[in-house]
């Protein structure tokens, strides 16, 4: 069984250009987190989605920042208009179906933006 | 509100144990324990629910006391390969996502 799969691992991009981020859950979870870590920090709640619903979108600034799991594909962060301050490693992690805080999460690799 | 974690760095000898405590403002209901390696994902080690439960993984084990909205994880004979960063994490405000400690970096030197 593969487990969460994140592409691409590292992606840089310029100031104002768009950055997409996919993520692929563990077969049989509909439930996916999107958490962004900076340096030497922990990991910061971005936004939970189950398949084409957005749950909570709290920890995503209002801003540039938007999210999807559609019905079929991967779950996708987008940054629109880069800044610097973008920089961070952004994990993904699923559930299976309950999407309760007592199911275990499985992180994936991560994908490490770099704002030049 | 983020979890506390305390200490935020511990350097052991090999075979050494180790003590990493998590303590919330806000009443729990679960404790999720990772630990995450410089440059990859989170990896998960246990969870605990409310109960007073306990559990361990070879030797590694952690508590949670609910009524001190605490959790304690517990690093027995620590191995070079227990180096990393752990972090709780307790839920948060809707169901389903964590909010994360800071983490406390645990460095076993030979």
């Known amino acids: 069984n593969a487990g969460v799969m994140q592409n691409p691992r590292h992606l840089v991009r310029r100031r104002g250009q768009e950055a997409r981020l996919r993520c692929s859950p563990m077969?049989?979870?509909?439930?996916v987190y999107w958490y962004r870590q900076l340096p030497e920090e922990g990991l910061k709640f971005m936004v939970y989605?189950?398949?084409?619903?957005?749950?909570?979108e709290s920890g995503m600034p209002k801003e540039r920042f938007s999210a999807e799991f559609p019905k079929e594909g991967p779950s996708i962060l987008r940054i629109q208009q880069v800044v610097r301050g973008d920089s961070a490693a952004y994990f993904c992690?699923?559930?299976?179906?309950?999407?309760?805080?007592?199911?275990?999460?499985?992180f994936g690799p991560g994908t490490r933006l770099t704002v030049l | 509100q983020q979890p506390v974690q305390s200490p935020q760095a511990v350097i052991l000898r090999e075979g050494e144990d180790a003590v990493i405590n998590c303590s919330s403002s806000?009443?729990?209901?679960?404790v999720h324990w990772y630990r995450q390696k410089h440059g990859e994902a989170p990896v998960f080690l246990m969870i605990?629910?409310?109960?007073?439960e306990q559990k361990g993984h070879d030797k590694i084990s952690a508590s949670f006391n609910e009524k001190k909205q605490q959790s304690s994880l517990y690093l027995t004979a620590s191995q070079l390969s227990y180096s990393g960063t752990y972090f709780c994490?307790?839920?948060?405000?809707?169901?389903?996502?964590?909010?994360f400690g800071k983490g406390t970096k645990l460095s076993v030197k030979p």
């Open positions: 992690a699923s559930s299976p179906l309950r999407g309760q805080s007592t199911d275990t999460q499985y």
């Open positions: 077969k049989g979870h509909s439930h």
């Open positions: 989605l189950q398949k084409e619903n957005i749950i909570d």
């Open positions: 806000k009443a729990l209901y679960s």
């Open positions: 605990l629910l409310k109960g007073g």
């Open positions: 994490g307790t839920e948060g405000g809707s169901q389903g996502n964590l909010i």
